[in-house]
């Protein structure tokens, strides 16, 4: 034989050689296979071999920070063993390119009871219980499973090497061991671990058993769900895996927070319970559809100690229904369609809105008002380069973009004008506009701009939107930022924004503004369980609210998921009729009463209100609820 034909052959028999080695890491070494395979992850870019020199086949490129397994036999060697689930590629790489994590645990699935069928083999009815596509390597075998997908596969009763993977999940591996004539039922599973990662769990249960056996006897077998209630602060919906790249107040920010299990003061099973559903449903359409959904209703009740005419007390309520679709994404581009539908609606003659304006204060005390239905939001976002470069596009909210900390949330934290938006900044209600962002120009600096409709209302649907668009009158701003984090414009930075406005006018050519500009400064941090901030602007013209305003304040996660938050603000208008300054103090204490209920008792005291010189010091006492799902 020449040395070519050698060479063919073994090329030839190059991947039956491998997949022998997989398998007697198994067979050949159980005693260490538990200290074999490792979660790892790729520390740079670095290629995987077909051999362990670099001279062989390249079998893949991998990424810095790639999540892999490793194959560790010999801490010292120079090549280890990888193994991408993703795309079940392996190869050898570097040992020096890979951060070795936690070893992955093996799990033997041993099952010795005879079952009521007598025949010569074993029936194994194998069920996804999860809501995402998986393989399973069982023996020398590969199954794929769709979601929710059960097969029934006929074994000669012994014991069985196996994998259960599945994409962004850590593998589970070990033996199944079965005897003859017998009928089981292997569930899939997933769990949360400690590190928020998906941990597949197998249980391996006698058919007999089961409460549905009938049912597996018929093969009717694709309604079976079966979940794992999560810890607490862990997703109920899976949505801690979605991009958050706008403000606090935004729908992905809601989404997530939302989502999240809280730490309730009060946990009543009989009150959740029946959602688990729902929140079931929710994680399946999300990865099925890569759709994301949620739901909120909030009240609002105020008292003020004071007003110049009409009732002192006003109450109003919001209904949103709002969610994300990404229609695809990849490691390093996301895209997704944002949008929200929403009701505001006063039950009193006075809408919180208004309160602090009778109460002659500059500032309002609230953003609650009466408008009826409104399409607050639908536009579209992508990211590239892992988020580095961002846009969106649509009708949207410009103040989920423009000069961001992390408390400006008025349905969650601080109620006044001073402290959500910034009202010595002419910002529009939501209408068409665009917005973009360059993360890292050098090291942790981002550049972010964009221009909006300074005439839009949250009232315009979209052919309304298109004709306030086009009457050409806009917001344009730009902000240079500080910014450690990773998510886009999150708010937790030091920056400086520019905004300048066009003049405005009303539908019929009237006089509304004239043209106007201001800069903006914040610095936001949040350290543990706190969070402080410090934010001053200035502004020119009559466009924006305030001629300058100056405003820092506190907040405290005190116990459980409750948090107790003070602010102080010093602002003048920009009336030119008004040349003095009023002072705001404003406290809350955001409670998490039951898992979806959250109350926040409010307090606000305007000493100097500018609007009226019948009283020195005004206060507005509130009580704001919200029920999320």
């Known amino acids: 034989m020449t040395s070519q034909e050698i060479k063919l052959n073994i090329l030839q028999y190059k991947k039956q050689i491998y997949l022998l080695g997989f398998l007697l890491s198994f067979l050949v070494l159980p005693g260490i296979s538990n200290a074999q395979w490792h979660n790892a992850k790729l520390n740079r870019d670095a ?23 490793a194959l560790v036999l010999d801490k010292d060697a120079k090549y280890l063993t990888v193994w991408d689930i993703e795309t079940n590629k392996r190869g050898f790489v570097k040992s020096s390119a890979i951060t070795i994590k936690s070893p992955l645990k093996q799990e033997d699935l041993i099952e010795y009871k005879r079952g009521t069928e007598k025949h010569e083999h074993t029936n194994l009815f194998i069920e996804n219980t999860t809501y995402d596509s998986l393989t399973l390597q069982l023996g020398d075998s590969t199954y ?14 012994t014991s069985y090497p196996y994998w259960a993977i599945q994409k962004e999940a850590v593998p589970d591996y070990g033996f199944i061991t079965l005897p003859d004539s017998s009928d089981y ?14 941990e597949m769990e197998l249980t391996l249960n006698p058919l007999h058993e089961e409460k549905e056996y009938d049912m597996y006897q018929n093969m009717r077998l694709d309604t079976v769900v079966i979940s794992t209630p999560p810890k607490i602060g862990y997703s109920k919906s ?8 706008t403000g606090t107040k935004s729908v992905d920010a809601d989404l997530l927070n939302d989502d999240l299990k809280k730490d309730a003061w009060v946990n009543v099973e009989a009150m959740d319970k029946p959602l688990d559903h729902y929140y079931d449903y929710k994680r399946y359409i999300n990865l099925k559809y890569n759709v994301a959904i949620g739901m909120d209703y909030m009240f609002l009740g105020q008292s003020a100690t004071y007003v110049k005419d009409g009732e002192s007390i006003a109450a109003s309520g919001i209904y949103r229904f709002f969610g994300t679709w990404e229609p695809f994404s990849s490691k390093t581009t996301e895209a997704a369609l944002i949008f929200k539908l929403e009701n505001r609606h006063s ?58 900390f992390p408390l400006l949330n008025p349905y969650k934290f601080y109620l006044s004008e001073a402290f959500f938006n910034n009202p010595a900044m002419a910002i529009p209600n939501q209408g068409f506009g665009a917005a973009a962002l360059i993360k890292d120009i050098i ?20 052919a309304d939107n298109f004709q306030s668009f086009k009457r050409g009158e806009y917001l344009y701003w730009v902000e240079l930022g500080w910014n450690t984090k990773t998510s886009f414009l999150e708010g937790e930075n030091v920056h400086f924004t520019y905004w300048y406005q066009d003049a405005r006018t ?27 901030f410090f934010r001053a602007a200035i502004s020119e013209g009559d466009g924006a609210l305030m001629r300058y305003m100056v405003m820092g304040g506190y907040m405290y996660n ?45 307090v606000q005291l305007t000493v100097n209100p500018v609007y009226t010189q019948e009283k020195e010091a005004v206060a507005v006492f509130s009580m704001r609820f919200r029920y999320a799902l």
């Not at 942790?444 to 315009?460: C, K, M, Q, R, S």
Request: glycine share 10%; with cysteine.
């Open 47 to 69: 290629r995987g071999y077909a051999d362990p020199n670099s001279k062989s086949e390249v079998v893949k490129k991998f990424k810095k920070d790639d999540f892999v397994l």
């Open 144 to 157: 794929i499973f769709a979601p929710y997908e059960t097969k029934n596969i006929t074994l000669k009763g």
């Open 185 to 198: 039922m292997l569930k899939i599973m997933q769990e949360f671990n400690e590190d928020k990662m998906l």
């Open 238 to 245: 899976g949505y801690d895996q979605l991009q958050i790249t």
């Open 347 to 404: 039950m009193t003659g006075t809408a919180p809105r208004q309160l602090g304006y009778e109460a002659g204060s500059a500032l309002s005390t609230a953003s609650f008002k009466d408008m009826g239905w409104g399409l607050t939001n639908l536009y579209w976002r992508q990211s590239f380069d892992k988020g580095k470069y961002a846009y969106v596009v649509g009708i949207m909210d410009p103040g989920d973009f423009i000069d961001l």
């Open 443 to 462: 090291p942790n600096v981002y550049l972010a701009g964009g221009f909006h409709d300074a005439n839009g209302e949250p009232t315009y649907f979209i």
């Open 506 to 532: 009303d539908q019929e050519g009237g006089y509304v503004a004239e043209a106007s500009q201001g800069i903006c400064f914040s610095a936001a941090k949040s350290f543990n369980k706190s969070t402080t």
């Open 558 to 602: 005190i116990a459980k998921s409750d948090n107790i938050g003070i602010g102080v603000n010093v602002g003048e208008p920009s009336d030119p009729t008004v040349d003095e300054s009023q002072f705001g103090l404003e406290m809350f204490y955001n409670m998490q009463v039951t898992e979806h209920l959250n109350f926040t008792p409010d």
